[in-house]
């Protein structure tokens, strides 16, 4: 079980950020494709989750999936890291007898890259605790990606005055 997750993020995808190019028309989009240099992730069923959720989120925004010569290239990059958490003095008793605890934290990056030329114009972060229940693991990923796709497209650009 832990195999299929070294590579996978989320919980409650704790904390998320988006940036976009404030230039770029994201109407123009229709279409998209993964980019070639894409990295699968270590586990083939995590890099299927996330693919999946992927793809499931830019349909839901007609986008359409084309295996080659997409508008926009899509990639993404999963980490886990294992971090330190300590407990307030006072309240160490009730977690371990020093009030350290390790926690594995994820981190998804999605980058959208014009096709035409090659610069990202949309990325998207989310990061979390991770949580190894088996009924987890896919909610943990559609939620990372659900909570970063909702902000794409951005918000039409304004015209400049």
Known sequence: MRTLLTL??????TASQVE???QVDFSRYETWSWHERVVPAASPMADKRIREAIERG????????VD?????????????????DLAPIKNAVASTPT???????????IDMLDAA??????????????KYGPSEIA???????????????????????
């Open 8 to 13: 996978l993020l989320f919980a409650a995808a």
């Open 58 to 65: 830019l349909a839901a925004r007609g986008l359409s999936r």
């Open 20 to 22: 976009y190019d404030r």
């Open 99 to 109: 009030g350290i605890q390790y926690v594995e934290k994820g981190s998804l990056v």
């Open 139 to 161: 909610e943990q990923v559609k939620s990372a990606v659900h909570k970063l796709l909702e902000r794409f497209p951005p918000p039409a650009r304004r015209p400049a005055p």
């Open 117 to 130: 030329s090659g610069n990202v114009v949309w990325r998207g972060h989310a990061t979390g605790a991770l």
């Open 68 to 84: 080659r010569d997409g508008t926009l290239l899509v990639v993404y990059h999963a980490s886990k890291t294992i971090e330190i």
